[in-house]
C-alpha cells in the first residue's frame, strides 16, 4: 500500500515529537507500506520567521516572504530524517521543488499547477521512505512559492492524487473532527466518519482542523482522508465521498469569530445597485460571506455583509469613494461578530433543523443579526461575545441526549 502522512507543526514541535513521529512512520514502513511524509515547519516556527521579516522591512515584498517562510519546513525535514536514520530505516528529505511541486507564481497563496512525482517514485524504487516538505513549490521562474497559511494539508493531498496513494493520513493534536471543538465542549463527539461536502463546509466555517484547499482537492481527485492525533493514534475521522447512513441531523458545530460585518446605509433604491457595490468589493480581492439587502423604503435601501476580519477596512476603502458619489448616508463596520454554524447533509432530506437551531438561540436569548444558508449549512451572525455560549447550545440541542 501506498501512504501519505502528513504531520502538521505541533505534532514536530520538538526533538521528543520528532521521534514520535519517525516510530509512526517506520511502523508504517515496517508493515511493508511505501510511505511518503509530508511535515509542516516546527510548532510556532512560521510565526516567528513572519516577526523576524517583520523587524526588519514590514513591507517587504512576497517573493521573499516566501523565500523566508519555506526555510521553517527545510528544518523539519532534515530533523525528521535524521530521526528516522536514527531508528535505522532508509530516508530521504525533500524540499518541494525536489519533490516536483510546479505551481503559479502568486507569492504566499501559490497554487500546484502539477506534482511531477517522478523523483518521488525513484526513491521508492530505493526502499526508503521520502520526506517532503509541506507548503512550498516552485514556479515557472524556478523562485520558491509558497501556498498560503496552513498549506501543508494541500501537499499532501497533492502527492496523493498524483501517486494515486491508497491513504492519506492528516496527523495532528486532536483525534479526529468533533461535533464541534473538544477543547470548548466537553460532551462534543468525534465523527468516525464526514463527506468531503461536509468537511469542506466546516473548513470554511472555522473547523481549525484541516485546510479548505486540501479538502476540495481530495474530493476532485477522490484521495481518502483520514484525520488522526499523533498523540494517541487511536481511529481518527475519515472523509470521503458518501458516509454510512445515519441517524445524524447534523455532524458539527463550527465557530469563525475574525468576521466583519459592513454595512452601507441609504444607498439608492434603484437596479445596478448591488452590482456596483459587489464588482467594487471583488476587485479590491475581498471575500465576501453572507449578504444582505433590506427592503427599500422612501427611495433608499442598506446592504450589509460580511468578510473576513483583516478585509473590513479594505472593504470600507473599496466603497467610499462610490458611497459618496451616489449620496449614502453611512458606511459601518463591525468586527464584534462571529459567525456560528452547523452543518450536516441530513439537513437536506429532513426539515425544521434552522428552526432547531434559532430555537437553541432564542432560549439562550442571543439575538441573530444575519442568516445565510446552502443545502448542508445553517450560518448565524451573532455578538462576539455571545459565540461561544451559542455554540455551546446549539451543541446542546442536537447532541445532548
Ligand atoms: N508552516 C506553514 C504554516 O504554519 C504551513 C502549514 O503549517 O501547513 O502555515
Ligand atoms: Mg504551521
Not at 174 to 189: F, H, L, S
Request: aromatic residues 4%; negative net charge; charged residues 25%.
Amino acid at each position: 500500500m501506498l501512504v501519505v502522512q502528513k504531520f502538521g507543526g505541533s505534532s514536530v514541535a520538538d526533538a521528543a515529537r520528532v521521534m514520535n513521529v519517525a516510530r509512526i512512520v517506520t511502523e508504517t514502513y515496517a508493515k511493508g507500506n511505501d510511505v511518503v511524509v509530508v511535515v509542516s515547519a516546527q510548532g510556532d516556527t512560521t510565526d516567528d520567521l513572519i516577526e523576524k521579516a517583520k523587524e526588519i522591512n514590514p513591507g517587504a515584498s512576497k517573493r521573499e516572504m516566501d523565500m523566508l517562510l519555506s526555510a521553517g519546513e527545510q528544518i523539519s525535514i532534515s530533523l525528521l530524517a535524521m530521526a528516522i536514520e536514527k531508528l535505522g530505516y532508509p530516508v530521504v528529505s525533500l524540499l518541494g521543488w525536489q519533490a516536483g511541486f510546479q505551481t503559479n507564481s502568486k507569492y504566499s497563496a501559490a497554487r500546484i499547477k502539477r506534482v511531477n512525482s517522478e523523483r518521488i517514485s525513484k526513491e521508492i524504487d530505493k526502499k526508503r521512505i521520502v520526506i517532503v516538505a509541506g507548503f512550498q513549490g516552485l514556479n515557472r521562474y524556478d523562485d520558491i512559492t509558497t501556498l498560503g497559511r496552513g498549506g501543508s494539508d494541500t501537499s499532501a493531498v497533492a502527492i496523493a492524487a498524483s501517486m494515486r496513494a491508497d491513504l492519506c493520513q492528516i496527523y495532528t493534536d486532536v483525534e479526529g473532527v468533533y461535533t464541534a471543538d473538544p477543547r470548548k465542549i466537553p460532551n462534543a463527539q468525534k465523527l468516525d466518519e464526514i463527506t468531503y461536502d461536509e468537511m469542506l463546509e466546516l473548513a470554511t466555517l472555522g473547523a481549525q482542523v484541516l485546510n479548505n484547499r486540501s479538502v476540495e482537492m481530495a474530493k476532485k481527485y477522490n484521495v481518502e482522508l483520514e484525520v488522526i492525533s499523533s498523540l494517541t493514534q487511536k481511529p481518527g475521522t475519515k472523509v470521503k465521498e458518501v458516509c454510512k447512513m445515519e441517524k445524524m441531523l447534523i455532524k458539527s458545530v463550527a465557530k469563525d469569530d475574525s468576521v466583519a460585518r459592513v454595512s452601507i446605509v441609504g444607498l439608492p433604491d434603484e437596479p445596478g445597485i448591488a452590482f456596483k457595490v459587489f464588482s467594487r468589493v471583488a476587485k479590491a480581492h475581498i471575500n465576501v460571506d453572507i449578504i444582505l439587502q433590506s427592503v427599500g423604503r422612501d427611495g433608499t435601501k442598506d446592504i450589509t455583509f460580511t468578510v473576513p476580519a483583516e478585509s473590513g477596512d479594505a472593504a470600507v476603502a473599496a466603497l467610499q469613494e462610490y458611497c459618496d458619489q451616489v449620496g449614502a448616508k453611512k458606511i459601518l463596520v463591525d468586527t464584534d461578530v462571529a459567525k456560528v454554524s452547523i452543518v450536516g447533509a441530513g439537513m437536506e432530506t429532513h426539515e425544521g433543523v434552522a428552526s432547531k437551531m434559532f430555537e437553541a438561540l432564542m432560549d439562550a436569548n442571543i439575538n441573530i443579526q444575519m442568516i445565510s444558508t446552502s443545502e448542508i449549512k445553517v450560518s448565524v451572525l451573532i455578538d462576539k461575545a455571545e459565540a461561544e455560549r451559542a455554540v455551546a447550545a446549539v451543541h446542546a440541542m442536537f447532541f445532548d441526549n
